[in-house]
């Protein structure tokens, strides 16, 4: 009896969060799991493919702290920080407008060392594109598609960096669906990627995130979110691991497309994470 009770509470989170996506025009997926005992389980859509927008950043960390712990650098080595990068198409360089950008404090900084473990807090926490082509440029885009398929994400595509435009207008893109960013989350917060104190760093910076108007919006102050958003013109994500005080834990990720008006979108997000919460919350 108490299994079929769960079965139909778990079918009546899923009308719940379907019938909140269908107010919003637009395409969305979701991944929503129970990490604890891993009994609850929702997709949406998790196959579909997104443009990544910046969930793509959370692979490039990887990677990096990867890298590290394979010995190729240390997280505390400086790199002098830079604005020229060289398109996927055909080698041409190109640079980023602050204005398109996060993290201003980064471009006052060209030409003057930080460390890559600054770096990839200013790529996770403000989301800064600066941080994150110089990421990629130290690791490459490939080794992270190369990790990412090693760990079973196999649709997640990190072929370049941002505002690369002459890749744009070819259709090259950095791609995902739910399911994957959902399996990358889950290893985190089992520690199951690169060592168990990389995956703990990694949560800290992620619970660093400055950009909390979707998942994190309408939960208590006290909830932690270790998250990444992205969005572009049309597309508003979020992916990350949530954690009540009672020890619960959660994955979700809400990606979109297609939307008429974002910052609908936001709201739907928020307000699809507030439902999820307070199932989580009164169980």
């Known amino acids: 009896?108490?299994?079929?009770?769960?079965?139909?509470?778990?079918?009546?989170?899923?009308?719940?969060?379907?019938?909140?996506?269908?107010?919003?025009?637009?395409?969305?997926?979701?991944?929503?799991?129970?990490?604890?005992?891993?009994?609850?389980?929702?997709?949406?859509?998790?196959?579909a493919n997104f443009h990544a927008a910046s969930t793509m950043k959370t692979p490039v960390m990887i990677e990096v702290f990867?890298?590290?712990?394979?010995?190729?650098?240390?997280?505390?080595?400086?790199?002098?920080?830079?604005?020229?990068?060289?398109?996927?198409?055909?080698?041409?360089?190109?640079?980023?407008?602050?204005?398109?950008?996060?993290?201003?404090n980064l471009y006052q900084s060209i030409g003057q060392p930080k460390t890559i473990r600054e770096l990839v807090y200013e790529m996770i926490t403000v989301s800064s594109n600066l941080a994150t082509n110089i990421l990629i440029d130290l690791v490459g885009a490939k080794n992270v598609m190369r990790t990412m398929?090693?760990?079973?994400?196999?649709?997640?595509?990190?072929?370049?960096?941002?505002?690369?435009?002459k890749a744009y207008d070819r259709g090259l893109n950095n791609t995902t669906d739910a399911y994957d960013l959902a399996l990358i989350y889950r290893k985190l917060a089992e520690g199951e990627i690169v060592s168990k104190n990389a995956c703990d760093e990694m949560i800290s910076?992620?619970?660093?995130?400055?950009?909390?108007?979707?998942?994190?919006?309408?939960?208590?102050?006290?909830i932690k979110v270790a998250h990444k958003t992205g969005s572009i013109s049309g597309v508003e994500h979020d992916s990350g691991i949530i954690f009540l005080p009672n020890g619960k834990k959660y994955v979700l990720v809400i990606l979109s497309k297609?939307?008429?008006?974002?910052?609908?979108?936001?709201?739907?997000?928020?307000n699809v994470s507030k439902i999820i919460y307070d199932y989580m919350a009164g169980q």
Do not use: C
Not at 90 to 97: A, R, V
Not at 205 to 222: E, G, R, T, Y
């Open 149 to 165: 398929k090693s760990i079973g994400a196999h649709n997640i595509q990190v072929l370049r960096g941002v505002e690369d435009l």
């Open 66 to 104: 990867k890298q590290a712990h394979d010995g190729k650098f240390n997280l505390d080595d400086t790199i002098i920080v830079k604005n020229e990068f060289k398109s996927i198409v055909d080698g041409s360089l190109y640079s980023l407008n602050l204005s398109d950008d996060a993290g201003e």
């Open 258 to 270: 297609n939307l008429k008006d974002s910052q609908k979108g936001i709201e739907t997000i928020a």
């Open 205 to 222: 910076i992620l619970m660093d995130q400055k950009l909390n108007n979707k998942i994190p919006a309408k939960l208590p102050l006290s």
């Open 1 to 47: 009896m108490p299994q079929d009770v769960k079965h139909d509470s778990i079918n009546e989170l899923k009308k719940n969060i379907i019938s909140e996506l269908n107010k919003t025009e637009g395409n969305f997926a979701l991944v929503f799991f129970e990490l604890r005992h891993k009994g609850e389980y929702i997709s949406i859509n998790d196959k």
